[in-house]
T-cell receptor, first 114, second 110 residues
Framework: DVKVTQSSRYLVKRTGEKVFLECVQD?????MFWYRQDPGLGLRLIYF???????EKGDIPEGYSVSREKKERFSLILESASTNQTSMYLC?????????????FGSGTQLSVL | EDQVTQSPEALRLQEGESSSLNCSYT??????LFWYRQDPGKGPEFLFT???AGEEKEKERLKATLTKKESFLHITAPKPEDSATYLC???????????FGKGITLSVRP
């Protein structure tokens, strides 16, 4: 089975800190995604990547950046964390770029910004 | 703009009481509709993909159907272990990027 591993299950950070969320997949998938999930709002796409060093903005990229230096690893960066970035962050990967490719998700990182 | 609406927001069933979850969508061109299950504290887990109106897929007590405007996830004789949040998502582009609905939280009482 595909495994998508997120480095932290829970994180607590202070306002203004730089925060790194790490995600690793073990199945040589081309695509990787970062979503955030909030009660009443569902999952919203932040950024995605189709290849190493390639990235594209999703629906809510403001306040975030990403890095993909290796195929298996996709990092989400909060340059200066704010309280409205408190959320559950979910990383996902998919094999290719076809529209029928299902996403495999990690278990999520619950980030609290105080 | 693509929109996905799921209803009801929450559903409570007695064990064995069959029901359906609804996902309606407004998109420019549907390339695939996906159903996922999410347990508390976990990431979503893939259930089904549907591509064209009239298509149906089944897995144990779950059956997903698709029309040109909506999809239903039918749950037959549910058990407490079916309790979870069920997410619907659509793909309208030439890639695997998904737009999700807000989810339906299902609780099945013994």
């Amino acid at each position: 089975d595909v495994k998508v591993t997120q480095s932290s299950r829970y994180l607590v950070k202070r306002t203004g800190e730089k925060v790194f969320l790490e995600c690793v997949q073990d199945m040589d998938h081309e695509n990787m995604f970062w979503y955030r999930q909030d009660p009443g709002l569902g999952l919203r796409l932040i950024y995605f990547s189709y290849d190493v060093k390639m990235k594209e903005k999703g629906d809510i990229p403001e306040g975030y950046s990403v890095s993909r230096e290796k195929k298996e690893r996709f990092s989400l960066i909060l340059e200066s964390a704010s309280t409205n970035q408190t959320s559950m962050y979910l990383c996902a990967s998919s094999l290719g770029t076809a529209a029928n490719e299902k996403l495999f998700f990690g278990s999520g990182t619950q980030l609290s910004v105080l | 703009e693509d929109q996905v609406t799921q209803s009801p927001e929450a559903l409570r069933l007695q064990e064995g009481e069959s029901s359906s979850l609804n996902c309606s969508y407004t998109v420019s061109g549907l390339r695939g509709l996906f159903w996922y299950r999410q347990d508390p504290g976990k990431g979503p887990e893939f259930l089904f993909t549907l591509y064209s109106a009239g298509e149906e897929k089944e897995k144990e007590r779950l059956k997903a159907t698709l029309t040109k405007k909506e999809s239903f996830l039918h749950i037959t004789a549910p058990k407490p272990e079916d309790s979870a949040t069920y997410l619907c998502a659509v793909n309208t582009g030439a890639n695997s990027k998904l737009t999700f609905g807000k989810g339906i939280t299902l609780s099945v009482r013994p």
